[in-house]
């Protein structure tokens, strides 16, 4: 059959990131390249006994279709968990989704028309730039810095571009830099897109998981009047797995959302929700996030030491406090080149240029810290630096 596909399905049949993550589930290979959370730290038996009480108390309801906008007990719960993070918000603005990719992808039907244009930071997360660029978004870069997205920048990218359908950004550690952005600068950012009339939709994935310096208020605790969806998950505080997320917005936006989650699933699994409702209830959720930032703070610790002892000196990387990624730039190199080397010799990571809306910068890469041991950090590394001198040679 010759398929017919619309326009929002991608030309391209070769997905470059599948295929490096592909290459990297060889048990041979150190992969420094996926960004997965370490399994170990799952809370699987306190999983199953919520589960098994959900099961007890609750059997047909949770077996049954829901409301679309997600399990009341569960919202009231995640504006419970905004308000501790500084945003002061209510049940009928919280929507729970299939993971926050759901989230990023809704956004993306709901405000996108071909040829619209999209700010993002520069690099930014892959997925949400395939989302964008399926609804015909052409996505413009914002340059950023070690303190995230340069709010002159964006104020120029505003002045240049007055029609932008809506600014994406990724404040706290972030995907693929790891970089924070500081708290000037976000309230900069909120009132720049505000003044511009320019949603701003904030993905917020990592910010619990800080192991370093202090919590920043999310963009929406700087919004006054709307402006801001933000955009939440439990998959990096609990388990990605089970595929739930959230989104926040002011109630004119929440009415037509639920239309296009309704087209899209319903509702988020209604199980998963109530089982999620009852681990939140029964579970210290700051006492288990803790266990992941003392796990993920020696990760990362770990391989930032590596780096500086193995890499030549011309080597720059970012300091994440939190998250699950380093950012790292080896000039002189060619990152998709270096990848080769590396491949060969059995370490993976995932070269820049995956994560560029615009101009690639050459030598840049991401390394995922927090799915790997110590050792094979150590061996990583060390295999990485050999290939560094072999391109550089
Ligand atoms: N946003 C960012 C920046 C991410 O890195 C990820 C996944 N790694 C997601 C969204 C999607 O996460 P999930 O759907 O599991 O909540």
Redesign the pocket.
Same mark, same amino acid.
């Given at each position: 059959m010759k398929f017919r596909y619309s326009e929002s399905v991608p030309k391209r049949t070769d997905n470059p990131t599948a295929a490096i993550l592909k290459a990297a589930a060889d048990p041979q290979v150190i992969s420094f390249g996926g !960004?997965l959370p370490a399994p170990e730290l799952f809370p699987v038996a306190e999983m199953k006994a919520a589960c098994d009480r959900v099961f007890d108390h609750n059997g047909q309801q949770v077996l049954q279709y829901a409301e679309t906008l997600g399990y009341p007990k569960l919202r009231r719960q995640i504006v419970d968990m905004m308000q501790k993070r500084g945003v002061q918000t209510d049940v009928p603005n919280v929507a729970v989704v299939t !993971? =926050?990719?759901q989230a990023?992808d809704l956004v993306g039907r709901m405000l996108i028309n071909p040829g619209d244009i999209v700010l993002t930071e520069d690099p930014t997360?892959l @997925? @949400?730039i395939d989302v964008f660029k399926t609804y015909g978004a052409h996505l413009v870069g914002v340059e950023m810095d070690e303190a995230g997205m340069r709010p002159e920048a964006l104020a120029q990218a505003l002045e240049r571009y007055p029609e932008t359908k809506f600014i994406y950004t990724?404040p706290n550690f972030q995907?693929p830099t790891g970089r924070t952005m500081t708290a000037d600068r976000r309230a900069q950012i909120v009132k720049l897109a505000a003044q511009a009339q320019v949603p701003l939709v904030e993905?917020d %994935?990592y910010g619990a998981i800080r192991y370093a310096g202090t919590n920043l208020p999310p963009l929406k605790h700087y919004d006054q009047d709307g402006t801001v969806i933000s955009i939440s =998950?439990f =998959?990096k505080i609990l388990a %990605?797995g089970l595929r739930m !997320?959230w989104l926040v917005a002011e109630q004119s936006f929440m009415e037509k959302f639920v239309q296009l989650k309704q087209n899209a699933d319903l509702h988020t699994d209604n199980l998963t929700q109530y089982i999620v409702a009852d681990f939140l209830d029964n579970v210290d959720l700051d006492q288990h996030i803790k266990k992941i930032t003392d796990v993920y703070r020696h990760r990362a610790e770990l391989m930032l030491s590596q780096i500086d002892q193995y890499f030549p000196a011309s080597v720059r990387h970012s300091q994440p406090e939190g998250g699950m990624f380093i950012w790292v730039e080896v000039p002189g190199t060619d990152a998709d080149e270096l990848l080769k080397v590396c491949l060969k010799n059995n370490v993976a990571f995932v070269p820049g240029s995956a994560f560029f809306a615009g101009k690639v910068q050459p030598g840049t890469f991401r390394l995922n810290f927090s799915n790997m041991d110590d050792e094979q950090i150590r061996t990583g590394i060390q295999r990485m630096a050999k290939a560094i001198q072999t391109v550089l040679a």
């Open positions: !960004g !993971g =926050s990719q990023i997360y @997925a @949400a990724i995907n993905d %994935p =998950s =998959s %990605p !997320g």
